[in-house]
């Protein structure tokens, strides 16, 4: 089975202060992971993907194999920054790709 | 600019109504996707189609059924509205399935009564 873990639900961050959203898989194949973001009132858009190895908006995450993990990191965190953010996990499903999602987190950062 | 545009922001219909939702894309993709987005449960989908007419149940489709007869348009339908179907429902497009430029549309809110 294929499986995206986000543990916390509601992050409250200071402005300024690091974040930091965990992100856990479970999957048999090789996987590709990736952020998405929606901020309020938007349309949900891709942040970054693993395979990218790029910094947006600040934003990284790294895959460790090892740990099964893929948690968003950003040093210093910004009020822009406040959103609901989601670990997806790309899976094969009979034969075709398709993306699994966990289940959000909320980040809310404080002025 | 690319765009998924799901006909309703919002919708309100009573139980046992028949529902269409409503999802074109302009990017000429292959792979059309809905998800219900639910506080703590995150998304989950329900239907995609990678081609036309052609469909592929998800993770949760009881209680839905889905029509692609242009590549444009993928519908989702209620076929018996039920209280437990209130949720937002996003529509996604994208050139490949496995996730590289996933493109969303802005949902539905449907609230069924």
């Known amino acids: 089975a294929q499986r995206v873990t986000q543990p916390e639900k509601l992050l409250s961050v200071f402005k300024g202060a690091p974040v930091e959203l965990k992100c856990n898989y479970s999957?048999?194949?090789?996987?590709?992971l990736f952020w998405y973001v929606q901020y309020s009132r938007q349309r949900l858009q891709l942040l970054l993907r693993h395979i990218s190895r790029e910094s947006i908006k600040g934003f990284t995450a790294d895959l460790n194999k090892g740990e099964t993990s893929f948690h968003l990191k950003k040093p210093f965190a910004q009020e822009e920054d406040s959103a609901m953010y989601y670990c997806a996990l790309s899976v094969l499903y009979y034969g075709n790709n398709r993306l699994a999602f966990g289940k959000g987190n909320q980040v809310v950062v404080i002025p | 600019d690319v765009k998924v545009t799901q006909s309703s922001r919002y919708l309100v219909k009573r139980t046992g109504e028949k529902v269409f939702l409503e999802c074109v894309q302009d990017?000429?993709?292959?792979?059309m996707f809905w998800y219900r987005q639910d506080p703590g449960l995150g998304l989950r989908l329900i239907y995609f189609s990678y081609d036309v007419k052609m469909k592929e149940k998800g993770d949760i489709p009881e209680g839905y059924s889905v029509s692609r007869e242009k590549k444009e348009r993928f519908s989702l339908i209620l076929e018996s509205a039920s209280t437990n179907q209130t949720s937002m429902y996003l529509c996604a497009s994208s050139l490949t399935a496995g996730g590289y430029g996933y493109t969303f549309g802005s949902g539905t809110r449907l609230t069924v009564v």
């Open positions: 999957y048999s194949g090789s996987p590709e």
């Open positions: 990017m000429d993709h292959e792979n």
